[in-house]
């Protein structure tokens, strides 16, 4: 199936912690590569090759990423007679579609403009590029086939480190609970879909405000629940985070070393 990643926003919140920084979120760096590698990397483990890319901020500093692709820089080789042998490959049979989105376009619109080059894809895929997970892919793709629905969405428990707090009406705290505790469910950016979501997104709507939202009206919305590792890299201490976490050797999301 092929594979739409949106690498077009800002990434204010994880830019405006780094002077200066003006590198678009997905080319953020996790170990040797940039998230969007490693993300394309996990759907590529699962055999889904053919990747779209919409492109918006910074969308020079991607264009120039993989029209200089060095291979050498997380496989090993052999330099002999001043060539180069690898003795593995990263994005061997890939197909990179960089298609510009707009600087400003909401995630549904950059959506709809990559729309002619997903004809003939009853089904394809869907990710925000910036969000690590070990989750099965197959077996999400397989749970919506299977199903009567416009659209799946990956489902995560929240990982922040707030507490809800339950307080009577004499305001005495009855209970306090971890946010990641509760019964509540937020969305994890990984998504299959059916054409019949491009029904539901109005010119400069939302994927998941304008889109999913709609068939979940609808009943055709389905959920598939993911309790393993699920990591977003929305700010720099996540992203560094991630970042030591591949320096470490612990890597839960590259399950194409495994």
């Not at 820089?73 to 060539?83: E, I, K, M």
């Not at 960089?98 to 600087?103: C, K, P």
Request: a negative charge.
């Amino acid at each position: 199936m092929k594979v739409v990643l949106f690498c077009g926003g800002r990434g204010t919140r994880m830019r405006s912690e780094i002077p200066g920084g003006d590198l678009p979120k997905p080319m953020q760096l996790v170990g040797p590569r940039p998230l969007v590698w490693h993300v394309m990397r996990y759907y590529a483990h699962f055999g889904h090759k053919e990747f779209i890319l919409c492109l918006g901020y910074g969308a020079q500093h991607i264009k120039d990423f993989f029209l200089g692709y060095r291979e050498t820089a997380s496989n090993d080789f052999v330099l002999r007679d001043g060539r180069v042998e690898l003795l593995s490959t990263d994005i061997s049979g890939w197909s990179i579609s960089l298609v510009d989105t707009g600087v400003d376009s909401p995630i549904g619109e950059r959506l709809r403009r990559v729309r002619d080059h997903l004809d003939g894809e009853e089904i394809f895929l869907a990710n925000y590029a910036d969000v690590l997970t070990d989750a099965p892919l197959t077996d999400m793709i397989r749970r919506f086939t299977a199903a009567d629905a416009g659209a799946s969405m990956m489902v995560v428990p929240p990982t922040n480190t707030f507490h809800v707090v339950d307080v009577t009406e004499a305001n005495v705290v009855g209970a306090i609970t971890p946010v990641s505790a509760m019964p509540l469910w937020v969305n994890g950016g990984f998504f299959v879909l059916r054409q019949e979501v491009f029904d539901h997104i109005p010119e400069n709507g939302d994927l998941v405000a304008d889109g999913c939202a709609e068939l979940a009206k609808r009943g055709r919305l389905l959920a598939y629940r993911h309790r393993g590792y699920w990591r977003p890299s929305d700010t720099v201490n996540q992203r560094l985070e991630l970042d030591r976490s591949w320096e470490r050797g612990e890597r839960p999301w590259a399950l194409w070393e495994a």
